[in-house]
């Protein structure tokens, strides 16, 4: 046996905890910002079906550049989009692993606006590329000036800004993403994780024609209810899209991954369907803790930011000790927590309103 410590780790991975969300399994699990619905047995049953038939031919290696998948991506995200501008991997995670990989490195520079989602330092890290965090102001809201200066300032090789920023819920105005973009010469990558729950907010995919270092991330992990599979997406410049060709692993989607997600594409009005509900439960709960005296950051997302907490370690365990699951992210005083079903949006308000002014539990 030996330990992690007596291992010649590349020196940037040293003393690293690896991205780590407790997998309880909890009744109520709103830590990781699913959609908590199950996905329709109509799509179960065509999911199936295509996967029954990918099966058979799963003795050959898939098709490498998965053209079919992309080409219902290309149709789902609109905008006049061509397949050759869509990309996929396992996770938008691995699609932006995948464009660190081609466009940041040793002695290369990625910024973000910051908090933000905890996996952008730790692929910068195992890509060798110097994170460079900058704090948003308080209200966690990027303004144009503001982001414009501060990329022509520091000039990174690689920006994303992610909208709804994921740990705060804060929209992304597209006039950030243009400043943005007409502010330093890198590539920039907004990330869409949660676009469909921002009912308010136009894509960037809008101001793709004639920018071709913008890169729009997506996934079918969160709104689409499809987290299990792993996919994620990509819009861009066809020339992007080659670019991570270059460091993609061969035949890195497998049949089955892209057959249960033509599947799920096809279906996508189904798959969205409890995007709706989903914005009604985050407004129930951001009304209740407002009404019991938390302060609950404005979200285009599926998920709170919640402060007011006396001692947010406390509450999370509390929380946990009775089966419900939720975020903390060290910010101090906060939490996070994601919209789940009707039910259990109920059980956490009430859960919450039980452990009294602060959420401290009382033992
Ligand atoms: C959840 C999330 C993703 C999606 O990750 P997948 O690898 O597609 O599951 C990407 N970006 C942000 C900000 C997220 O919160």
Same mark, same amino acid.
């Given at each position: 046996m030996t330990s992690l410590s007596d291992l010649p780790l590349r020196d940037n991975l040293v003393g690293k905890l690896p991205y780590g969300a407790p997998q309880d399994p909890v009744p109520v699990s709103l830590n990781v910002n699913e959609n908590t619905h199950p996905i329709p047995e109509e799509v179960v049953e065509d999911v199936v079906a295509e996967l029954s038939r990918a099966v058979r031919g799963v003795n050959r290696y898939p098709d490498r550049d998965f053209g079919e998948l992309r080409a219902a991506l290309a149709g789902y995200? $609109?905008?006049?989009?061509?397949? %050759? =501008?869509?990309? *996929?991997?396992? $996770?938008?995670? !691995?699609? /932006? =692993? =995948?464009?660190? =990989?081609? #466009?940041? $490195?040793?002695?290369?520079?990625? /910024?973000? #606006? @910051?908090?933000?989602?905890?996996?952008?330092?730790?692929? *910068?890290?195992?890509? %060798? @590329? !110097?994170?460079v965090p900058v704090p948003r102001p308080d209200d966690y809201v990027l303004r144009p000036d503001f982001v414009a200066r501060t990329l022509a300032e520091q000039r990174p090789d690689v920006a994303i800004i992610c909208g709804p920023n994921n740990p705060t819920g804060t929209s992304l105005d597209l006039e950030v993403v243009e400043a943005a973009a007409d502010a330093f010469d890198g590539i920039l990558i907004v990330d869409e994780a949660y676009h469909e729950f921002d009912a308010e907010h136009e894509s960037a995919l809008r101001l793709l024609p004639g920018r071709p270092r913008l890169l729009v991330s997506r996934t079918m992990s969160k709104a689409f209810a499809f987290a299990g599979v792993r996919l994620g997406y990509l819009a861009a410049d066809p020339a992007v899209v080659d670019a991570l060709r270059l460091v993609r692993l061969p035949y890195h989607l497998s049949a089955l991954t892209q057959a249960a997600a033509i599947a799920a594409v096809r279906h996508a009005d189904r798959m969205l369907a409890t995007v709706d509900d989903i914005r009604g439960q985050r407004d129930r709960l951001s009304d209740a803790l407002t009404k019991m005296g938390y302060t609950v950051h404005p979200s285009g997302s599926n998920f709170l930011l919640v402060g007011g907490f006396a001692n947010p370690g406390a509450t999370f365990d509390a929380l946990r000790r009775q089966g419900i699951l939720i975020r903390e992210l060290g910010i101090p005083g906060h939490l996070r927590m994601t919209a789940g079903t009707e039910s259990e949006t109920s059980t956490l308000i009430s859960a919450i309103s039980d452990l009294g002014p602060g959420g401290a539990p009382s033992e």
């Open positions: 995200l $609109g905008h006049g989009l061509s397949a %050759d =501008q869509i990309w *996929a991997a396992n $996770g938008s995670n !691995e699609v /932006l =692993q =995948q464009i660190l =990989q081609a #466009f940041g $490195g040793p002695g290369r520079r990625l /910024l973000s #606006f @910051t908090p933000t989602y905890s996996m952008y330092p730790l692929l *910068a890290a195992g890509t %060798d @590329t !110097e994170w």
